[in-house]
């Protein structure tokens, strides 16, 4: 461990253990070792891994900037970390996410966690009340309920792009679907039954354990159906398997220019970034400001939809995969308040 080390050392070292290959089995005590120490760093999801990756390199340079010591970092100067961070207008997220990873990269050492002193956490307290006072908070994305889908929906063409973006929306709608989600479902990842489909995710951020969930994909009798979407796009792209969801391009015209070459489907699943952008993009041409839509909308909008209905709380994280209610009401439009108001007929 590279305790009391120089910044770029335990820099690297975070970034080396990060990254790590599970050794082949070999049956020596140095080997099991490295495959523990290697599996544990994939405990967390790709994008938290690089996201603290960002955190540690940011902190080692800060500490070396300095002369401070890095590992193990003391409260105080984790404080001032953070305090500097937001003084050059990073956001809260962003801040939020830095302390995760000193907290991680001193768990990862075996060493004292200077994050949970009262100093580091009554700091980050002030900075979050600080940007709410001053109007920086980020702003939720729109949640696109039932009601606002059907309008994004309703100028969709039936083209290519058409078929697999109306596919994206309602599966990503039926399933409250994550961005990363929708852009790794596979083909042999859905199961037909007579009710609809049973959707494998291999890895969610909601099942902590790392395992495969199932979610289950229903018939609709509307236009919102999500199983026919899918298959209307499978069909005219002719997926039978591999990715669902892929980039559509068009080839470049003759020479002359006096050809109009057909839209081709290529082979290779589009990011969750892609997801985000068709979701932004099939919003703008229904009228909607593609700045409060993006790729949490279709979760948000599932969830809140079901709220809308009377469906219990519980259902609902089970439908999200949430592990607790406190992070499902992030997901949550409250809808009217006076409505359901407690004291209704009461005052």
């Known amino acids: 461990m590279p305790l009391g080390r120089p ?14 290959l599970i050794p082949d089995h070999d049956g020596t005590l140095a080997t099991a070792r490295s495959a523990a120490g290697a599996y544990a760093g994939r405990a967390k999801a790709g994008n938290t891994r690089r996201a603290y990756r960002a955190g540690v390199r940011a902190w080692c340079d800060w500490c070396d900037r300095y002369g401070l010591p890095c590992l193990p970092g003391r409260a105080a100067d984790v404080a001032a970390f953070l305090a500097a961070g937001r003084g050059r207008s990073l956001s809260v997220s962003t801040l939020t996410l830095r302390r995760a990873a000193i907290r991680y990269l001193h768990v990862a050492a075996g060493c004292p966690v200077p994050t949970a002193e009262a100093a580091v956490g009554e700091t980050m307290a002030g900075i979050t009340r600080h940007a709410a ?12 309920t039932a ?3 059907r309008q994004i929906l309703a100028p969709i063409e039936t083209d290519l792009a058409g078929l697999r973006d109306r596919a994206l929306l309602l599966l990503g709608f039926a399933g409250a679907l994550r961005r990363a989600e929708l852009a ?7 199961e037909p039954c007579d009710r609809g489909l049973r959707l494998t995710l291999p890895l969610s951020k909601g099942e902590r354990s790392g395992g495969a969930v199932t979610v289950a994909i229903p018939y609709g009798s509307t236009e919102l159906c999500p199983v026919r979407a899918l298959r209307q ?3 005219a792209a002719g997926i039978a398997d591999g990715p669902v969801f892929r980039r559509i391009w068009t080839p470049p ?6 050809n109009t070459p057909l839209p081709r489907v290529g082979y290779a699943a589009i990011d969750a970034g892609t997801v985000a952008r068709i979701i932004q993009a099939r919003a703008k041409a229904a009228g909607f400001d593609p700045d409060v839509l993006g790729g949490h909308s279709l979760k948000r909008g599932a969830l809140s939809t079901g709220m809308e209905r009377g469906i219990h709380p519980t259902r609902l ?8 209610y406190a992070v499902l009401d992030v997901y949550l439009e409250l809808g009217d308040p006076f409505e359901a108001h407690p004291l209704n007929g009461v005052l």
């Not at 006072?133 to 696109?144: C, H, Q, S, V």
């Not at 015209?253 to 006096?258: A, E, M, P, S």
């Not at 994280?317 to 607790?324: A, D, E, N």
Request: hydrophobic letters at 45%.
């Open 7 to 20: 910044p770029a050392t335990v820099r690297d070292w975070f970034g080396d253990a990060a990254a790590a």
């Open 133 to 144: 006072e001053t109007g920086d908070m980020p702003a939720r994305k729109l949640a696109a």
């Open 147 to 149: 009601a606002i889908l």
């Open 184 to 190: 790794a479902v596979r083909v042999e990842h859905l």
């Open 233 to 235: 796009w499978q069909l």
């Open 253 to 258: 015209r003759g020479r002359k220019g006096n």
């Open 317 to 324: 994280k089970q439908l999200g995969r949430h592990k607790s």
